[in-house]
């Protein structure tokens, strides 16, 4: 079975730095990875996902991601951190391991980004 | 376009009782999923929709849950004997086809509080 695990359960930067939120996956087939953004009372909005074309993604709003085989990672980063970007972060990763388990993703815990002024 | 609606946007009830919790997915999406979201954590997947069927309700957590989708679109999650470790959030996402690389797009989620 597959998994999600991101580092820091908080991540607390000041505006205009790098951000670098975590995220490492086990999974024994190629995965696919998302990363969703989840501001307070809304829905989760997808930030950018891999799906096996190239290895460094763009998204929305700056962000960025690299999957890294070899480190079983898809960290996402943000060169500079603006005050809107605070909210909650989620990882995700689907894999087609046959069956009827179509598109179900598993999430990691979350990482909350507070950003200072 | 009209996004993924959920309702109500809150439910409090009493242990015991009976609840259901609507979707109403983007049109034409064939695909719908329901996850649950406990406090501190990620979301959790529940149960799968294509079309009409339920491809996947390998998440349910016992048999006091169950879902339906009868007409492809609208689906309705339903509760019986709700217990207090059934408070949580519950998140419905209808993605176009249901293959590992659509994107999920997600309602805003009924808080559900079982006093």
């Known amino acids: 079975a597959q998994s999600v695990t991101q580092l820091g359960s908080h991540v607390s930067v000041s505006e205009g730095a790098l951000v670098l939120l975590r995220c490492n996956y086990s999974?024994?087939?190629?995965?696919?990875l998302f990363w969703y953004v989840q501001y307070p009372n809304q829905g989760l909005q997808l930030l950018l996902k891999?799906?096996?074309?190239?290895?460094l993604v763009k998204g929305i709003n700056g962000f960025e991601a690299e999957f890294k085989k070899s480190e079983t990672s898809f960290h996402l980063t943000k060169p500079s951190a603006h005050m809107s970007d605070a909210a909650e972060y989620f990882c995700a990763v689907s894999v087609n391991a046959g069956g009827t388990s179509y598109g179900k993703l598993t999430f990691g815990q979350g990482t909350i980004l507070t950003v200072h002024p | 376009g009209a996004g993924v609606s959920q309702t109500p946007s809150n439910k409090v009830t009493e242990k015991g009782k009976y609840v259901e919790l609507r979707c109403d997915p983007i049109s034409g999406h064939t695909a719908l999923y329901w996850y649950r979201q406990s406090l501190g954590q990620g979301p959790e997947f529940l149960i799968y929709?294509?079309?009409?069927?339920?491809?996947?309700d390998s998440g349910l957590p016992n048999d006091r849950f169950f879902a339906v989708r009868p007409e492809g679109s609208v689906s309705t999650l339903k509760i019986q004997r709700t217990e207090r470790g059934d408070s949580a959030v519950y998140l419905c996402?209808?993605?176009?086809?249901?293959?590992?690389?659509?994107?999920?797009?997600f309602g805003p989620g009924t808080r559900l509080t079982v006093l």
């Open positions: 891999y799906t096996s074309a190239a290895t």
């Open positions: 996402a209808s993605s176009l086809r249901g293959t590992f690389t659509d994107t999920q797009y």
């Open positions: 999974s024994s087939v190629p995965p696919y």
């Open positions: 929709f294509q079309g009409t069927g339920a491809a996947d």
